[in-house]
């Protein structure tokens, strides 16, 4: 099989040695490590196409991996080391930027941020962000419809994508790129391979939407003395600024005091203290400042939804309060064990449920700090649990299981998600199993079986 | 049959007598006749999945049905008298409006124009309209994709569903509705059924997105000296407005002459003539007027984009000049016979397109008469042409075959789509044989073969 391989890809992308392959099998939260047989790096299309069909023709697992920064296990191989690591890091080339029909077809592994600059070179906009942009690639997040902190104004990865091209199980490629932005021709196929994490096919390539670009931004962080608040501050800023919402993240105070705590060079943006925050985003097409941004703040405050407030006053100010938002995980890291959820629930229902989940988890575990901050705008919350002060890190984290139980057992009741952003892969599919309507899963699992008989793609993962 | 089909959803739901069925046999542009064992209307999602399951059980043709408003014959049985129409038109309850999470759940049979007041009665928007919206219904909307005047700034059907609910041709009811902003838990089925043409399963509700409802809107109606100029002009209004542009729909001095001679109480709302119109249309989320689109409308007359411009006035101007658009196809109507294509091409392409097309289809029928005109902005163009001047319509309708061939080759060269957004159907089944990638469409024939294994789910049509 690896001689084989090597006469499609060349020797010198068939990595069989330990330590040039550690790199493809641990995942960044360090909970899967996995081994492979090897890891291919195919260096085109044709090259992709040929490597399935010879996986497929022998029954070879094929793991697909971009940028490896997937939070569940979804590109991480099995134990077995039987399995293949499918890199798609070498294919990418950004094929065309069309500004003109404001599309741009780019390879699986260009990364987010070169899609983002080369949109930004012809005066264009990329909306999809998120905090690992330099180093994962569109491919993956395509695979797992990444979401990130624009999905309020502009929808996740998938709402981005004007088509795929994704190489079956059998090596057949489905050519689904299309600057088209109006296709009624049949099944969208583009949208069954997203967010199918590698497991029907392997996308190779899209076209991408392109955006205007905003030529000013008006950022604020915002006092909130509730949740409640907090959902009062948000319909009122989407009622007033419509689409040019851009973002709507909501921090409380325990996270602002562990970023304040570990990361270099922040302060609190506001002299008093207060429960909750929010940060918010608009964007104007015009090349003037934001008037209506400042207005509408003052009108939180004047009608009691917000306790304080303060507009970004520069582009330095406006990365600080990013900055704040963007360090939480990292700071959760340093303070010791986080168990960490990834839902959502009905925008409406966002308050509630974080009171109540709240309440549990710190019932069951007193001293435990949740830290529930995120995208309130789309009604998804990183619910993470921090460690009590002083406890021990790996006696908090083997309580993970209860801890998530009684969170998912809650997202169940208010007919929330268990994944909102990051997807199944290895570490909610049993979890799948138990939440999810039983002939969707079928559907899906019928679907699976006849693009992919062997099932030698991504065997193991979301189903 | 009819008796178990009677049991099911009571003797008074199901239509045997020709003279009842009729209105269900024929489509609007009367190109389709069918003939039917009868219409079956279930009054509840247990019906449908009761009579599927029977249907499946004796391997009985199904056609699912909405408003019966489809151009593409996609909703009209074949000519046999053995398939069954199911009419979802008594599946018409508003399930749920929740105009906090911004959702609505409302079963297939609602019209469109129903859940576009239902919106407006919790002061929310939902976007999607189209010149059927009195009669057609969501159910159908969703199996078709529709698109319409607002999918520049909305999206089309697909982009507006947040789940579906849907029978399998089994009977099993796939329970996705989600008032869930983001949930990656697994292959998105509902974007599956959704342009399915009710192939896959039956639609039989759908939880769908509300918007802020825009406080206040401008509309104009350009001259313009060519379509180039209608591609900057739309280039400029997108910088400018970002998704605060609603509309961008083209309109020729011929179908405005068309409108002028057939509809009752219009007039040119310019002085002079011009070889181009847009009718563009911009919102703003303020109490207040919309200044911008009067400097927008200045800036493209001083750069030579626009000839000429005016803005409504009042709603009432402004519906004036929406009728000059929408009143085009009857207009044509009135005028003779008329061969239509729903085309789309790159944003980029438009003005090339219609340009090279035109000229084609003028020199194979000398004195015919192009009138391209819609959705620019989604680069999906309405290419009709109407008969030349004292024709006989018939020996024109004729030739229908000799000019889509011209013009869906020109789709091919652009690589474009031969049904931007009125599906395939009946009416372009074979032609999609020969112009989709033929890897999608066996991957679609496999997706169809795994759901649908007796084939009973609207056979005939799309594939």
């Known amino acids: 099989l690896l001689a084989r391989l090597s006469e499609i890809v060349g020797a010198r992308n068939v990595a069989v040695d330990p330590a040039e392959m550690a790199g493809y099998l641990q995942e960044p939260r360090d909970l899967y490590h996995g081994a492979a047989l090897c890891v291919v790096k195919p260096e085109s299309v044709d090259q992709v196409s040929r490597v399935l069909a010879l996986c497929n023709e022998i029954g070879a697992a094929v793991v697909p991996q971009g940028g490896n920064t997937g939070l569940v296990g979804g590109q991480t191989p099995d134990s077995s080391g039987s399995q293949i690591v499918l890199s798609l890091q070498k294919l990418n080339s950004i094929r065309e930027i069309d500004p003109a029909s404001d599309t741009m077809t780019v390879e699986a592994g ?12 012809v005066d264009r906009y990329f909306p999809l962000s998120l905090a690992a942009e330099g180093s994962c690639t569109i491919g993956g997040n395509l695979s797992t419809n990444a979401g990130g902190v624009h999905v309020v104004a502009y929808g996740s990865a998938r709402d981005l994508t004007l088509g795929v091209e994704a190489v079956l199980a059998d090596g057949r490629i ?5 600057k088209l932005r109006k296709d009624n021709t049949g099944y969208d196929l583009s949208h069954l391979f997203v967010g199918a994490e590698g497991t029907l096919g392997v996308i190779t390539a899209a076209t991408l939407k392109l955006f205007a670009r905003p030529r000013a931004r008006a950022t604020a962080f915002v006092a909130l003395a509730d949740l409640g608040k907090a959902f009062d501050l948000f319909a009122l800023a989407k009622a007033d600024a419509g689409a040019a919402l851009q973002a709507f993240e909501i921090i409380p105070r325990v996270a602002l005091d ?7 060079s922040v302060r609190d943006p506001l ?3 207060h429960p909750w925050y929010a940060l918010i985003e608009f964007a104007s097409f015009k090349d003037e400042p934001l008037d209506g941004a400042a207005e509408l703040l003052a009108k939180a405050i004047q009608s009691d939804i917000a306790r304080d407030a303060v507009l970004a006053a520069s582009l330095q100010q406006r990365a600080v309060f990013w900055r704040l938002r963007e360090f939480i995980p990292e700071a959760q890291t340093r303070e010791g064990g986080s168990i960490k ?6 925008l409406a229902c966002v308050p509630a449920f974080v009171e109540e989940a709240s309440r549990l988890v710190e019932t069951l575990i007193p001293g435990a700090r949740p830290v529930p901050f995120g995208h309130m705008g789309d009604g998804n919350i990183h619910f993470n649990v921090t460690q009590p002060v002083g406890a021990d890190k790996q006696s908090f984290l083997a309580r993970w299981g209860e801890v998530s139980e009684i ?8 007919q929330g998600s268990i994944s909102a952003e990051h997807g199944i892969g290895q570490l909610k599919r049993d979890l799948l199993r138990t939440t999810k309507d039983p002939v969707s899963l079928d559907v899906m699992r019928t679907i699976k079986n006849a693009l992919d008989p062997k099932g030698i793609l991504n065997p193991g993962k979301l189903l």
């Open 110 to 121: 260009v990364t987010l941020a070169r899609v983002q600059e080369a949109a930004e070179s």
């Open 407 to 414: 969170v998912h057992r809650l997202v169940k009741k208010y």
């Open 271 to 273: 002299s008093n203290m």
């Open 341 to 346: 959820h990834d839902i959502s629930v009905p």
């Open 258 to 264: 562990l970023v304040l705590r570990h990361a270099s």
């Open 174 to 178: 489905v050519s689904g790129l299309s």
